[in-house]
């Protein structure tokens, strides 16, 4: 391939990239949600919070009173609580103390648990009851610490790593000091047991039996909406078709299974996928003008990445892939793929439409048969905590 050539093709794939990058921005910035805040003086405001899957915790939003109208940082002087209607989810102000114990460093004693510096957030509340209430804070790392309310004073419950030097060697430390914290700090009520895992769910269900809160009746909140990482299964169907040199597919159509990675918190609309892709009995003297004719699967493996725009029901998605045929039956693929989704649960997409490779080789040409496929994502990570 000629340098020019060359050149050219670079632009191109980078031009498409910033494009995909773009799109992504202006369509990414976090969805509207029905909301209202509280003043530090108890008065009410209903509105529109901007949320876009907090990776750590705010220390302030963007509010509306209108969903068209014009946005305003609004902080803990405006606005001492709010609370996001679609999530069910409340969020308080507090000042906390911030323990600067450092996973990349490796100690010699052991680091201090007294707070050096503070900062004032909004911290998500897990349960709440008429004696205490559970808070997460989000830190800069993504990381949950937990804090417990109890009589007015707001406490820490201590979970750190650490790594500390003994001997000449280097060992990982865990300071769980939550696990006796809570039992004294809630030990007016009933004996509730041992303190289990250092997660919402965990921690929420011990604050509710001390609250004399029916934990099966209960709903658990869990992690924020959005804030993991999901895995999807998916089914994929639909007709396809290709042209190259000597090879002439027309339509025919094509099944596949396959897994989607998305992406936790701020980058939730991102996600990676891998295909299988299969097109059965397939007559060779349609496809190679072979003499004599049999019958085969063409099978195809995929690598894709792309990004959902918007926070609707109804989300267009855009993304690219690299498309390469087992057994080699046509040249391999890298081009985009476009499509549009309902609650990234049912998708209609177009894919193979583009080839970049083309500029490279001589076989193909650039715009080609589409694709054309229906698509339906079941959430692993849902599946598996209903059987829990």
Known sequence: MSSGLRRKSHCVLVGALVILMAFSRSFGQGKML????????????RGFIRYDGWGTSPMA????????????????????KFYLAPLSEHYVSKRIGILNIDLSKT??????????????????????????TLLEYLDPTEQSHFFLEKDGKLTELFNYPFYRLTGGKKYLIQYDEYVRQLPVLLGDGADNGPVRGYSA?????????????????????GVAAESEMEIDAFVMG??????????????????GVGLRVNLPRRFHNRYFKILFATMPGISVSKVYNYIPDEKI???????????????????????????????SWRTSILGPHVGVSFRRQFSFEVSHFANFSSLVSDEVTFFNRPRISLNYYLNLNKLFKSRK
């Open 201 to 221: 769910k965990e921690l929420g269900r011990y604050v509710d039996r001390y609250n004399g809160v029916n934990t099966s009746r209960k709903q658990s909140k």
């Open 107 to 132: 100690y010699e004693l052991a680091p201090s648990l007294e707070a050096k510096d503070s900062v004032t957030v909004y911290l998500r509340e897990i349960t709440s009851g008429p004696k205490a």
């Open 34 to 45: 029905n909301s209202y805040i509280v003043s530090p003086q108890g008065d009410t405001v």
């Open 61 to 80: 939003i963007d509010f509306t009173k209108e969903k068209d109208g014009g946005i305003e940082k609004v902080g803990p002087d405006i606005a001492a």
């Open 297 to 327: 699967s063409l099978n195809t493996l995929e690598l894709g990445a792309g990004t959902y725009m918007g926070s609707g029901d109804f989300r267009p998605n855009i993304g690219f892939e690299y498309s390469f045929p087992l057994d």
């Open 238 to 255: 639909g007709i396809e078709a290709w042209e190259e040199t000597d090879v002439n597919l027309g339509a025919t159509p094509t099944f």
